[in-house]
């Protein structure tokens, strides 16, 4: 079984420009999160997404976050304009509907110069 | 906002000997699960343990939960130099608007060969 695919797994901008992030979940999991992770602090929940609808954006700076999951499989998620505290790894995780595990990407790491 | 809080912050440790890891919470969940993080990289899902559950085990993994005391441990016994990495906790809890796992500050162990 395939895990849960993100690109770039990378990215180094400026501040004020803009960036976006690509997941890919595993195959028929139904919810799909993006996290935020500054370094040596633990995952923050940005957006959780169920089939193709937004569940919980609470945590989602809406000012220059975005969140996407238009087909109800892959997602992308974008910030413009990025600021420096934007510097963070951002994680896709998926999980089955009804169950607590969930299922983690490899990130992209982001430095915002 | 951080549920779960890690004790001690780090530990470091000889190959062979015992890690235990604390995790305190502060409000009611569903389960609490524990997740391992190499440097730099995706976390991986190690063991669930449920609101009715007191204690359980997975190979050298030995979770328990006091949800009297709001509080969990994650032994791991015979630590070996690849069981290096970031421990998080995480609570979960399923809500009318959702469910949300909500993760601690981690505890970064190093396993000395």
């Known amino acids: 079984e395939a895990g849960v695919a993100q690109s770039p797994r990378y990215k180094i901008i400026e501040k004020r420009q803009s960036v976006a992030f690509w997941c890919n979940p595993i195959s028929g999991h139904a919810t799909l999160y993006w996290y935020q992770q500054i370094l040596g602090q633990g995952p923050k929940l940005l957006i959780q997404f169920q089939n193709n609808g937004v569940v919980d954006d609470s945590q989602l700076p809406k000012d220059r976050f975005s969140a996407e999951r238009l087909k109800g499989v892959d997602s992308t998620l974008k910030i413009q304009p990025a600021k420096l505290e934007d510097s963070a790894v951002y994680l896709c995780?998926?999980?089955?509907?009804?169950?607590?595990?969930?299922?983690f990407g490899p990130g992209t790491r982001l430095l915002v110069l | 906002s951080q549920q779960g809080e890690e004790d001690p912050q780090a530990l470091s440790i000889q190959e062979g000997e015992n890690a235990t890891m604390n995790c305190s919470y502060k409000t009611s969940i569903n389960n609490l699960q524990w997740y391992r993080q190499n440097s730099g990289r995706g976390l991986v899902h190690l063991i669930l343990?449920?609101?009715?559950?007191r204690e359980k085990h997975s190979g050298r993994l030995r979770v328990t939960l006091d949800t009297s005391k709001k509080s969990s441990s994650l032994l791991i016994t015979a630590s070996r130099a690849a069981d290096t990495a970031s421990y998080f906790c995480a609570t979960y809890l399923m809500g009318t608007s959702g469910s949300r796992l909500t993760f601690g500050e981690g505890t970064q162990l190093t396993v000395n060969p």
């Open positions: 995780a998926s999980s089955s509907e009804g169950r607590g595990t969930q299922y």
């Open positions: 343990i449920r609101s009715n559950e």
